[in-house]
């Protein structure tokens, strides 16, 4: 029986220096889609996948508004069905609880059933946020509570 994984060994990184080589591959990684800008002073952390050299998922969590928030989940398409965004979600999801997150949020489009059916494998669910007016064609927003589940299931590897 062969107990080798299929495909690349994927290795997700904290992107810790945002210096000019990082900032044009990130530029070059979204340039079809809008990503949102942060505050230079904002708490936030990128994470980023490689398969070998190779650049194969991106994404962000930041503090905004007393909330952490996750963003730009992205996985190149010849990297997808691979784990990557779920590794990815794992490494922002720990960032979050170590600097204090007691819940995490996310806000997705009703039509990317991928992302949806990532993220609510982690138990996320979808809330409409405090002042706002929702009904079931607007809400977008998705909650998960920090619990000892939440904890154990994302326990590093």
């Known amino acids: 029986m062969n107990d080798m994984p299929k495909g ?3 290795k997700v990184k904290q992107i810790t220096s945002e210096d000019a080589g ?5 530029r070059e990684f979204y340039a079809d889609c809008e990503v949102k800008k942060l505050a230079p ?3 936030h952390a990128y994470f980023a996948a490689y398969a070998g050299g190779e ?8 503090f905004e508004k007393g909330r952490w928030i996750m963003n730009g989940l992205r996985v ?6 691979m784990g990557i965004g779920k590794l990815l979600t ?6 979050a609880i170590a600097n204090g997150a007691k819940e995490v949020w996310y806000a997705c489009d009703d039509g990317n059933l991928v992302t949806i059916c990532c993220h609510l494998a982690f138990g996320f669910e979808k809330i409409c946020p405090e002042n706002h007016n929702c009904d079931l064609t607007t809400v977008h927003w998705y909650r998960l509570k920090v619990t000892p589940a939440l904890l154990k299931k994302i326990a590093a590897a």
């Open 8 to 10: 690349p060994v994927i």
């Open 22 to 26: 990082w900032k044009a591959s990130f």
């Open 41 to 43: 002073r904002q708490a």
């Open 55 to 62: 650049l194969a998922g991106h994404c962000v969590v930041y």
């Open 76 to 81: 190149k398409p010849e990297f997808r069905q």
């Open 90 to 95: 794992k490494a922002r999801l720990r960032h």
